[in-house]
Every structure is written in structure tokens, then in C-alpha cells.
């Protein structure tokens, strides 16, 4: 056994291979490729299939994942597949954008001398496969129960939570503000890092288990949860709307043209649709100097698309250290090939006016680190006197996202906290108000994809009970 772990340990990694990043810069094409079938097979032979599987502790919606490499040794794709999708609706999304460094591979023991095994990589590989091979498998439902659901908001943490309702038998509807399902999969992370195709390939295996879905419909506009509820007959409802308003940095010159959120940049982008121009004119700030504040996910992706939008010159502005970049490690590592910029520990200061309210340039300030703040960070301080400019004709403030009170504020009986977020239990995610759950980012804040998931398990097993025990009430 130990000699077979050390051969194991001696193989490489298969990595996926890419676009050459200058090629990339410039188009909208997924950046990796892909494994081939023998690629994936090879990659599956370094698992060592312990016994505990300690990677799947790592894992927020506990994917079999021992047994889904098992599977892709014996060449088994299809049925690796639908292994994972026991537990994880969206493969395809998941294998792209959760962030595998800080989970299941983290926890893999191969990953302990040498490099983990590329679980995020199989994953996709088995439901690119799947996709490719055009056999969707819909598991067979059980009776129906007679309880109706609603699920308010259709990101990964709404997707999750409909699946696993309509898999319990009860009949769900998920209604979505904008005109498409996906919530941040489909407006947020870019076509190069998540093609759309995909995100709509996994809501379509929603659709096939029966979720009927209501797009344009902004749940506190047009219905509120209390007619849901009371007049339409939903016996529970899960709010799951993410935290998508923006912020900003508050520094003079935020309001002239060419300041534009992250957030709006990359709904134009995507969901809008302007990276297909001319097929599509949609109206998007096309910099030829662009500047992105920020270092997290949504910065990184700013900034790249910004590249691929015909930018010559790409800035990421960030007041720490490369070290402290809340981005994944692989986006960044990306973003630096692609030729963006990076000036760390470098503050905005104010925007300034060419005079007929456009942004011509950017005041910075340099920075450096010193004690610890409250997030452990080492907090960044301004150096006195080092004021420069730099000149650009766009900024994107990517500096996260917080509560939207729409909803919220049309509930007096939901109990939120200062910022807006909605207080739920975390392992059920009941809030205050009966028969109402709520998870994902409007419960946690910014999180991730994954996350996002577990939140929408967790509340579909505790709209389950609770749908069990209102039955038992009403039936005494
Ligand atoms: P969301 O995905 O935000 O979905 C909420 C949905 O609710 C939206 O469709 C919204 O339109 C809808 N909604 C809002 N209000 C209403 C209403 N009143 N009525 C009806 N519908 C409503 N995470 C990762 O793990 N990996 C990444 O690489 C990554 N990159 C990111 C890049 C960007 C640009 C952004 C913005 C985020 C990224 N994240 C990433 C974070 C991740 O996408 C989120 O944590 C996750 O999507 C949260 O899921 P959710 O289901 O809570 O909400
Ligand atoms: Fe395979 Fe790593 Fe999981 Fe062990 S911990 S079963 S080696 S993926």
C-alpha cells in the first residue's frame, strides 16, 4: 500500500490545457479547454480512494467524490455524472468556479506531499461529458406530497433549494426578478470563465424536474411573500436573492461619466449581452484606459473583460498586497498573463473632471501595510505625500456588494440585522417570520457559488420538516 501511494504521489498532475493568453485577451472563449477522455482517466488514477474520503468533508454539499473518480477509472462517465449530480445540481457550473483550493482539495490527502488530485477538473470533465453525450438523467420523483413551495430568486442557492423540493415531491415555483434564471451565473461571472450555454443547460434539468418558473417577476413589487403565502397558496417560501447592490468608494468625481459599478459593467456585459457586438448594440462603457478598484472575484473579472472589450490598458487598483487579494489565486494568476496591470498598495483618492463631466485620470495614493485589522489583515495605511494621477477615461469601482431592502422592507415581520441581511437559523434556515426560509449571500453577505448551495440544501430539508409538522398541526 505505501509503495502505491508513493507511485501515485510521484505521478503530475494533468493539468487542463489553455488558450495562450495573449490569443485569450481578446475574445470571449472559455480560457481551459477541457480534459479529453484519456486526460481525465489519468488524472482519476493519482486518487487514492481512501477509505474516509476526506475530501468530501471539504465539500459544503458532501459530492461522493471517492466514488465519482472511481467511476472515471473504469471509464464510466456518464454514470460519474450522475453520481455527482446526487448531490450537486450543477456540475458543470461547480467544476468551473468553486473555489476547489480551498475545499475538497484542500483536504485531499494526495495533496499533503505532493499536488491534490484536480477534483474541480473532473467534475467538469464528467458533465461536459454528460452535456456532450445528450443524456440529461431525471431521477424518478416520489408521489406528490400536495405542499407548494416558492423559491424567491434563482441563483445557485434558489436553484439548489428547487431541486431538492421538487425531488421531495412538492410543487415549486421559483420566481426570478430578471428575465433569465441563474442569479450571478448568468449576469456576474463572465462567458470565458462560464459560458452561458452551461448555466442554461443545468436550469433546463430543473426545468425537466418539474420547477415551473416565473422570470420578470421582482417578488415585493409584484407579489409580496404575505400574498404568496395567503392568497396564492404557497405553503412555504425560501428567500434567496443574493446581496447584489453595489457599492462604492465615496471620493469625489464617483458621479462623472465613465464611472461605472462592477456590477453594472458585467450585467451589460453578460446578461446584456455587449460582448457580441455588433450582433448586439448594447450601450457599455468601451475604455481605452481602464481602471479597476478593487481585488476580489468581481474586480478580476471587471478587469478582464474591460481587456476583451478593446481596452489597451487594463489598471487593477488595490490598497493591500497581492497576498491579501480576496480573488481566487487562479483568476489571478490568469489576469496577470493577460497583460492587466496590478498597482497594489495603491489607494483612489478622487476622480477628475476633463472639464465637460467625463473622468479623465485617477488620484491615487500609495499605501503600506501595518498592524493587523479585525479580518486578521495586515491594514493597509496611507503614505503622506505620495499623491500621483494616472490617466484613464473608465473606472469600475468593484468594491462588493450589500442587502437590497426591496424585498426586506416590504416584510416588517422579518427580522434583519444592521446591514440589511436576513437573520435565518443556520441549519435550517428559518427566519422570524412562519413558514419562511432564507440563505445564500442574503444571509451571509458576498460568499461563493458553493455556499450558496449548502444554504439551499440545508433550507430545503428544513422546509421538508416544517412542511411535515404544519401537515401534523392542521391534520390535530
Ligand atoms: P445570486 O446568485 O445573487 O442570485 C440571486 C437571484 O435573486 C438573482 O437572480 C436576482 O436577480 C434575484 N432576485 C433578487 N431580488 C429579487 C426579488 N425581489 N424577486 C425575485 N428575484 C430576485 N463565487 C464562487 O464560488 N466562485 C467564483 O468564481 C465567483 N465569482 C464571482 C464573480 C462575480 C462577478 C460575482 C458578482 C460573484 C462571484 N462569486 C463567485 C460569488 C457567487 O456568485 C455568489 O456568492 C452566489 O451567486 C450567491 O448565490 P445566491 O443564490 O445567494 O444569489
Ligand atoms: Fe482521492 Fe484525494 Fe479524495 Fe483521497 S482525498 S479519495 S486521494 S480525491
Same mark, same amino acid.
Given at each position: ?7 501515485? !504521489? ?40 481512501? $477509505? ?20 472515471? !477509472? =473504469? *471509464? ?16 458543470? #457550473? %461547480? ?14 490527502? /494526495? ?11 473532473? =467534475? ?5 461529458? =454528460? ?8 431521477? &424518478? ?15 445557485? @442557492?434558489?436553484?439548489? %433549494?428547487?431541486?431538492?423540493?421538487? $425531488?421531495?415531491?412538492?410543487? #415549486? ?52 411573500? +404575505?400574498?404568496?403565502?395567503?392568497? +396564492? ?6 428567500? %434567496?436573492?443574493?446581496? @447584489? ?44 484606459? #481602464? ?8 474586480? /478580476? ?20 498586497? &497581492? ?5 481566487? $489565486? ?7 498573463? =493577460? ?39 495586515? $491594514?493597509?495605511?496611507?503614505? !503622506? ?48 417570520? !412562519? ?5 445564500? +449571500? ?10 450558496? /448551495?449548502?444554504?439551499?440544501? *440545508? ?18
Amino acid at each position: 500500500m505505501e509503495t502505491m501511494i508513493e507511485e501515485k !504521489k510521484t505521478k503530475p498532475r494533468v493539468d487542463m490545457r489553455e488558450q495562450p493568453p495573449l490569443v485569450r485577451a481578446r475574445n470571449f472563449l472559455e480560457v481551459p479547454y477541457g480534459y479529453t477522455p484519456d486526460e481525465a482517466v489519468e488524472e482519476a488514477s493519482r486518487c487514492l480512494s481512501c $477509505k474516509n474520503g476526506p475530501c468530501r468533508q471539504g465539500c459544503p454539499v458532501e459530492v461522493d467524490i471517492p466514488a465519482f473518480i472511481a467511476l472515471i !477509472k =473504469e *471509464r464510466k462517465f456518464l454514470d460519474a455524472c450522475y453520481k455527482v449530480k446526487e448531490r450537486n445540481a450543477l456540475p458543470a #457550473v %461547480c467544476g468551473r468556479v468553486c473555489p476547489q483550493e480551498v475545499q475538497c482539495e484542500a483536504r485531499c490527502l /494526495m495533496g499533503k506531499k505532493g499536488k491534490s488530485v484536480a477534483i474541480g477538473n473532473l =467534475e467538469r470533465f464528467v458533465a461536459d461529458y =454528460e452535456a456532450d453525450h445528450g443524456d440529461m438523467k431525471i431521477p &424518478e420523483l416520489p408521489k406528490p406530497t400536495g405542499r407548494k413551495a416558492a423559491v424567491i430568486g434563482s441563483g445557485p @442557492g434558489g436553484l439548489t %433549494c428547487a431541486v431538492d423540493l421538487a $425531488k421531495a415531491g412538492h410543487q #415549486v415555483t421559483l420566481f426570478e426578478a430578471l428575465h433569465k434564471p441563474g442569479g450571478v451565473l448568468i449576469y456576474g461571472i463572465p462567458e470565458f470563465r462560464l459560458p452561458k450555454a452551461i448555466v442554461e443547460r443545468e436550469v433546463e434539468y430543473i426545468r425537466k424536474l418539474g420547477v415551473e418558473l416565473v422570470l420578470n417577476a421582482v417578488i415585493g413589487k409584484l407579489h409580496t411573500i +404575505d400574498e404568496l403565502l395567503d392568497g +396564492d397558496g404557497y405553503d412555504a417560501c425560501f428567500i %434567496c436573492i443574493g446581496a @447584489g447592490l453595489p457599492m462604492f468608494l465615496g471620493i469625489p468625481g464617483e458621479n462623472l461619466n465613465g464611472v461605472c459599478s462592477a456590477n453594472e459593467f458585467l450585467t451589460r456585459a453578460n446578461l446584456m449581452k455587449a460582448y457580441l457586438f455588433p450582433e448586439y448594440d448594447t450601450p457599455i462603457k468601451r475604455g481605452r484606459r #481602464v481602471a479597476v478598484l478593487g481585488g476580489g472575484n468581481v474586480a /478580476m473579472d471587471a478587469a478582464r473583460v474591460a481587456l476583451r472589450l478593446g481596452a489597451e490598458k487594463v489598471y487593477l487598483i488595490y490598497r493591500r498586497s &497581492e497576498a491579501e487579494m480576496p480573488a481566487r $489565486k487562479a483568476e489571478v494568476h490568469h489576469a496577470h498573463e =493577460e497583460g492587466i496591470e496590478f498597482m497594489l498598495l495603491t489607494n483612489p483618492t478622487r476622480f477628475i473632471d476633463d472639464g465637460k463631466g467625463n473622468v479623465c485620470a485617477v488620484e491615487c495614493i500609495k499605501m503600506e501595510l501595518g498592524e493587523p485589522d479585525e479580518s486578521g489583515r495586515r $491594514k493597509p495605511v496611507p503614505v !503622506k505625500g505620495s499623491e500621483f494621477q494616472v490617466e484613464i477615461d473608465v473606472a469600475i469601482p468593484a468594491l462588493g456588494t450589500r442587502a437590497n431592502p426591496l424585498l426586506t422592507k416590504t416584510m416588517p415581520d422579518l427580522t434583519v440585522n444592521r446591514s440589511g441581511y436576513i437573520a435565518a437559523e443556520e441549519g435550517t434556515g428559518m427566519t422570524s417570520k !412562519k413558514g419562511v426560509f432564507a440563505g445564500g +449571500d442574503i444571509v451571509t453577505g458576498s460568499a461563493t457559488v458553493i455556499l450558496a /448551495m449548502g444554504a439551499g440544501r *440545508r433550507a430545503a430539508n428544513g422546509i421538508n420538516d416544517y412542511l411535515k409538522w404544519k401537515y401534523w398541526e392542521f391534520k390535530a
